[in-house]
């Protein structure tokens, strides 16, 4: 019974731990034993008073850079943006470099104990150890602080339910502007399951149920739709909108590539568009989005569209199965397709002009009350301001 309880409690643990949001780290160290690192969660700040700052990280006995670390006598903690899990993956040993060594996958400088740091993390702090102690399975290291490295900007790489994620900013309660009646409001299908679903939630958080009439369709469809007035107001990219059609940027949506894990291009931190130009590729096909993917291998060669799926979630998936990359511009939160397959999203390296967001009305229009409201509401969401 004691050893069943036992059992319990330790699942209990592990489960309940799992419910805890952490920041995703790499240390590293590097000295008279050699270079080594490992991807840890368990990191906290101890004290920031005394002769130096002090903090402490958890690494597993049989993890060899535990050992590597108390000879060496330092280490580096690194913590990740929300853009590198992929060196996370690789210090975790889930992804493997082509030369077997961990530090290829990112490019590195040595901190002030000679401990590599990756060149752009969210922030770094590079450390002696000051003690060190086996609890359970882990090694304990505390370390004083001999120098950090702060980014200018990005958010934190977080671990939580056994999958990555990224912070998102809760703004306080704001005071209701104006109750929202009956809308009419079209969104195009690549992206309003992405969108839609968190305006109205917080819609209804901070004015109550609203009665929405909702239209999903393409481009072209939307258009026919606002000007025939079906709908009042529609979310559409700012391509071809015509005179008729006003145009709100709610936001800008940069062009990232989408990979199958097991792709080798899913090891680099950004891919060249010459570098997909001869690789098959799975085109979203609607309007505008294929039109504006294809344009911008212009001057660079014809890319080579081995499939065209209608629907962002298709595209997803036969990209996870390895049958060629795409692009595309909307980021769902989860990088698994539908059947559960991994994907792997790395931005583009080449500077290209990127598509915005925008809410459309037609011009002749005035809004409603409804829709007006809507339309403040969207822009407090958005953190934009009516002009």
Known sequence: MEGGADIDLRGQFLQGMSCAANTVNVVTTDGVAGRAGVTVSAMASVSADGDAPTMLVCVHHLAAAAQTILDNGCFCTNILRDDQ??????????????????????????????????????????CRVKSSERVGTHFVFVGE???????????????????????????????????????????????????????????????????????EGDQRELLELLRAGTIDLAFLYDFDLGSDVTALTIAELPTYVLLAESDPLALSR??????????????????PSRDYFLSLFDGIGEPQVAYRAGTFEMVRGMVAHGLGYSLLATKPASAMSYDGKALVMRPLADAVETSSLVLSQRRDVKLNKPTEAFVWHCLQIFGLEMD
């Open 270 to 287: 950004s891919v060249a568009l010459e570098d997909l130009v001869s690789r098959p590729m799975v085109l979203l096909d609607a309007s």
């Open 85 to 126: 899990s992929f060196i996370s993956d690789t210090f975790a040993g889930r992804l493997t470099t082509k030369d077997g060594d961990k530090f290829s996958c990112a490019d590195w400088m040595a901190m002030k104990t000679g401990a590599p740091r990756v060149k752009d993390p969210l922030t770094a702090f590079d």
């Open 145 to 215: 602080v001999q120098e950090i490295f702060v980014a200018s900007g990005g958010n934190p790489l977080i671990f939580a339910n056994r999958s990555y994620g990224s912070p998102v900013t809760i703004s306080p309660p704001r005071k209701k502007r104006a109750e929202i009646g009956s809308l009419k409001i079209g969104t195009l299908h690549t992206f309003g399951p992405y969108l839609l679903p968190s305006i109205i939630r917080k819609l209804q958080d901070e004015v109550g149920p609203v009665d929405l009439d909702l239209h």
